[in-house]
Structure formats: C-alpha cells, structure tokens
C-alpha cells in the first residue's frame, strides 16, 4: 500500500518508522539500523516525514529531502503531548506520525550545512572561552594554597604567570612548579585557538550584509550580531519581532487560569546561546546608560523604578525585536527613530 506519512524517531544506531497510508491505517512498524535508513527511503515513493528537531535531525532532513521526501523538523517537547501511555521507540515514532500531520504545529526550518559550520565556530569559541576561565581559576586557586594571590583581571593574572616563569622564585616548590607551567602552557594554547576562532567569526561577519546591519543595533556586536544571522536566516518564520523575543525565551513564563493572570520568570525557551548574547549585550547599554543618562532617557526612567537585572531583561527584548526587524525589513538602526 502507498504510504504518505512516516514518524520518523532518530537515534546514534537504532531508527524507528512508524507509517500510514492515506486511509490513516499503519502499514509499517518496524526499526532500521543506521545504515538501512537510506536504503528504506530510497524504495519508498516521495511522502511526508516528521522528525523530531534534536541531535543529527538537520542532517537527516537535507538527506531524505534529497530523495524527494518532504520532511519537517518539530520540537520535540511540542510532539510529547501525542505519546500515549508509557514512552518507547515505537510510541514516539507514532506520536511524531500523529504530530506531523496537524494543522497547528509548529516547524523547525532545516539548516543548511554552511549554516550548521557558521555556528560551529560560536560554540567552539564558547567551549574554549569556559575552558579558559577553569584553567585561570585553577592556577589562582593552586597558587593560593601556597599564599600567593593576585589581584582578578587580566593584569592580576599577569603577575600569577611571572610568579610561574621565574624559575628563582622559592615560594613554589618543584612539583608545584612542574603542574602550573603545565597549566600556563595550556592557557596559552586556548588563547591561541580562541583569536584563531574569533578572526574567522570577524571575516565572516565582513562578508554578511545582514550581520553588518545587525551590527549597527547598540548592544549587539560581530559575535552577536553573526550568531543571529546565521541562526534566523529566514526571519520570515516569525510573524513579529514579539514573536522572535519569545522564540528566544526573553517573555515571562504565563501559568493564568480562571480569568486570573500569573506571569512568572521569563520562559528560557529558544536558543540558550542568543539569549545570552543578548542579555549580555543589554548589560553593557545600561553600564553605559548609567554614565551617559540624557542619551537613553527611556532607561534611565526605567531604572529609577525597576531593578537593574528587570530592565536588563526588557532591553534584551527590545533588541530581539529591533535585530528581527532589520533583517525582515532591511535598513539600519537608526537612534533618533527608535528613541520616538
């Protein structure tokens, strides 16, 4: 029988199919090994497959639409509430097959491999950047058990690595010695592969119109402004530049009922990483609306009446909404119309 909609449930080894046909009547059931997946679906004709947006799930999208399937990505915390009774590979294969073919689901858009390259180097920089901060705090906190501190910053940590380089200095035994040259050498080894890291981020950045125009938001600079634009490269998929902040988990997290509306904490949902930056980058306007108050006087009457983190937290998603709108509309920001 012809099948015309497939649950797709992807692992590291182990695949699930669950199919129906056009009668919704199940005509498969059963689990390929990674390397029957393309095999199976190169037999098939085209049809509609849901995939759950996880791990590899972008990698398998670009493989089977290649086929001639068409295939959506989903959330998969949207796809839960379809599992019935207890969760196994076969149930959540047939909850994605239920999922898929609903009207009001929401997709994921399937990133390209250029794309997925892009954003690489954010998250390597990022992992290194906190490997960088581990390797500081254990030279501190070694040298500290032997009573000798520094003053925190760059240049407090100058004095730690001289104190490591001078091989007369007593206060430090042999073997002490021995471990921290071994951590100084590979704090300057992550130094090395972040500037490596962040020129390419700076190229690519020169080579983005959009990123460039982004670049031009207060708050936002070459490392947010190219997460951005290689994360939304449709921002189309969004209907408002609210909806993009809430895509980013920087609304607050609504529990009403009854007619009673409770709105907690911000939501957290989205991308953790652009949520950051973007929080980040709303910390260093305010540091400078606090010295310069007569260039954002809507801050600064903001801050007279709300604590610092909340009007931290309002200005990232103000900035959320103004990057989605340069990148559906065009232009550049401009401070005199963003100020009226």
């Known amino acids: 029988m012809q099948i015309t909609t497939i649950g797709l449930d992807i692992a590291k080894n182990v695949f699930q199919v669950h199919g129906i046909d056009a009668a919704e009547t199940v005509v498969v059931r059963r ?3 990674r390397s029957q997946v393309m095999a199976f679906f190169e037999s ?5 497959i849901g995939i759950e947006a996880c791990a590899t799930s972008h990698h398998w999208a670009r493989e089977l639409t290649k086929l ?9 915390k949207d796809v839960k509430a379809y599992v019935k009774r207890n969760k196994n590979d076969a149930a959540d294969a047939e909850a994605i097959c239920e999922a898929v073919r609903r009207p009001t689901m929401r997709f994921v858009r399937v990133k390209s491999a250029e794309q997925q390259g892009q954003l690489m180097q954010h998250r390597t920089r990022d992992l290194l950047m906190r490997q960088r901060t581990q390797t500081i705090n254990a030279l501190r906190a070694h040298l500290g058990e032997l009573g000798i501190a520094a003053a925190q910053g760059r240049e407090g940590l100058k004095e730690l690595l001289a104190v490591i380089a001078d091989e007369g200095d007593e206060r430090l035994p042999v073997n002490a010695r021995i471990s921290l040259v071994v951590l100084a050498a590979q704090l300057q080894a992550l130094q090395t592969l972040i500037g490596s ?41 969004f209907r408002s530049g609210r909806d993009f902040a809430a895509w980013v988990g920087l609304v607050p997290r609504e529990d009403s009922t009854g007619g009673k509306r409770k709105l907690g904490p911000i939501s957290k949902q989205g991308d953790r990483y652009l949520r950051r930056i973007l929080v980040v980058g709303a910390h260093s306007v305010l540091r400078r609306a606090k010295h310069n108050p007569g260039r954002y006087p809507w801050l600064t009457r903001l801050l007279a009446r709300r604590p ?16 989605w709108a340069l990148l559906a509309k065009g232009g550049t920001y401009q401070p005199r119309l963003a100020a009226a």
């Open 31 to 33: 689990q390929l090994r």
């Open 68 to 76: 001639g399937h068409e295939v959506r990505l989903m959330p998969a």
């Open 308 to 323: 610092f983190k909340v009007v931290a937290i309002a200005l990232a998603n103000k900035i959320a909404r103004i990057a």
């Open 197 to 237: 890291i962040e020129k390419r981020i700076v190229a690519q950045h020169r080579a983005n119109e959009a990123s460039k125009r982004l670049s031009t938001i207060p708050g936002i600079g070459i490392i947010g402004a190219t997460a951005i634009a290689a994360t939304i490269t449709d921002p189309k998929a």
């Open 44 to 48: 098939l004709s085209p049809c509609l």
